[in-house]
């Protein structure tokens, strides 16, 4: 029952971090529609970016390797 309840609460934090980097890549794309970005906000930019991509491959094969 513990181990369902910290599954649960973990996975409900990924989400929650993934709709947080979402709306900040969101937040990004607009602020570079509007001026230049800086090197930091450049940097979160791509980061953001490659971390879905790892994220979204890294799912997969998690899906993948249950089966």
Do not use: P
């Amino acid at each position: 029952m513990l181990d369902s309840l910290l599954e649960n609460i973990h996975e409900l934090s990924v989400l929650l971090l993934l709709l947080c980097t979402f709306f900040f890549y969101r937040h990004l794309k607009k602020l570079k529609r509007e001026r230049k970005l800086t090197a930091f906000e450049f940097c979160m930019l791509i980061i953001t970016q490659i971390a879905y991509l790892l994220w979204a491959a890294l799912y997969l094969i998690t899906i993948l390797g249950k089966n």
